[in-house]
């Protein structure tokens, strides 16, 4: 950051960091022992495909790679689908949270070095409850999500609890529950309500 930035209050962005993804193992194991949450073995990565842009041979190529276990282990599931506002989700699957860490990387990396980093948004991981709830019914739509912030290279907890309704109490004891694992998004106003969400 220049003078001229430090006297204006000007802020250089926070660089994309994909490594940091390889912190959510650790934050794996902090939920799981203080919020007896697990992963659910799905993630997404959402884009903003430009106008006319081509995905077909980068979707062919993530496929393909996914596949033949290149860098992401070979019980890798891909499924790509659009949702209600106009964004693709690419999501994949995987009964062992390293592998799938490393295919949401491998998907993000993908994505970037075929030109769409700029259109790259957040990744998505999926967290429920290992045991049920003490009323044997599930409480709202009982899915918690870690979800990383391409652009700023952060992460934060998002709790849904019915219809386009949310747990912001939860989500702030998370926050600090995971500081020491994640780089957690200091800016409240960025923890984006992500409703309907086709990881699950």
């Known amino acids: 950051m ?49 106008a006319g842009q081509a995905f077909d041979a980068t979707e062919r190529e993530i496929t393909a790679m996914l596949g033949s276990g290149g860098g992401a282990g070979a019980s ?57 709830p003490a009323s044997g019914k599930p409480s709202g739509d009982a899915t918690t999500y870690l979800v990383y912030l391409f652009k700023r290279g952060t992460f934060y907890p998002f709790v849904p609890t019915g219809h386009e309704r949310r747990d912001n109490e939860a989500e702030l004891r998370l926050k600090t529950v995971l500081g020491d694992d994640l780089s957690i998004e200091g800016d409240l106003d960025r923890w984006f309500p992500l409703w309907e969400l086709p990881v699950s």
Do not use: M
């Open 76 to 132: 890798a599931k891909l499924d790509e689908r659009a949702d209600q506002y106009g964004y693709r989700w690419v999501v994949v699957g995987a009964p062992d949270f390293d592998t799938l860490v490393t295919q949401a990387h491998f998907v993000n990396s993908t994505l970037r070095d075929n030109g769409y980093g700029p259109q790259l948004l957040c990744s998505v991981f999926a967290f429920a409850p290992a045991s049920p």
């Open 2 to 50: 220049g003078l001229l930035d430090a006297i204006l209050g000007r802020t250089k962005p926070v660089e994309a960091n994909l490594d940091r993804l390889f912190g959510l193992p650790g934050a794996r194991i902090t939920l799981e022992a203080s919020e007896d949450l697990v992963p659910t073995g799905q993630a997404g990565v959402c884009f903003k495909p430009s």
